[in-house]
């Protein structure tokens, strides 16, 4: 059974770091890329990074840009995101999602319905 399961949420002042895992589970994990999305209150499901199967390809959402970097190990089936200077607007529950690319290991789908397994998320606030 596929499984995702978030962690390294919590609560960090403005300009603050935290790093996200996503540990995956009974799946051939270098077959999927893995995005990485948020929902604040009251707004839709947004995508803020992606990562291809092979860790090759990755994309980011503009407003974090130079302030979080994905990454991957495929070894121990797991993604990060690393999140820096974290500001307010960060604030949301952060979801790690799996697309099934078999041997595109090199593409990485930034279109949120690609993705078709969902972790539980875990809340990210950024407040002092």
């Known amino acids: 059974q596929l499984q995702l399961v978030e962690s390294g949420g919590g609560l960090v002042q403005p300009g603050g770091s935290l790093r996200l895992s996503c540990l995956a589970s009974?799946?051939?994990?270098?077959?999927?890329?893995i995005g990485w999305f948020r929902q604040a209150p009251g707004k839709e499901r947004e995508g803020v990074s992606y990562?291809?199967?092979?860790?090759?390809?990755?994309h980011y959402v503009d407003s974090v840009k130079g302030r979080f970097s994905i990454s991957r190990d495929n070894a121990k089936n797991t993604v990060f995101l690393q999140m820096d200077s974290l500001k307010p607007e960060d604030t949301a529950v952060y979801y790690c999602?799996?697309?099934?690319?078999?041997?595109?290991?090199?593409?990485?789908?930034?279109?949120?319905?690609?993705?078709?397994?969902w972790g539980q998320g875990t809340q990210v606030t950024v407040s002092s």
């Open positions: 999602a799996a697309d099934y690319t078999y041997t595109r290991t090199y593409y990485a789908a930034i279109n949120i319905n690609d993705y078709d397994y």
């Open positions: 009974g799946f051939t994990f270098k077959y999927y890329a």
């Open positions: 990562i291809s199967g092979n860790g090759g390809t990755t």
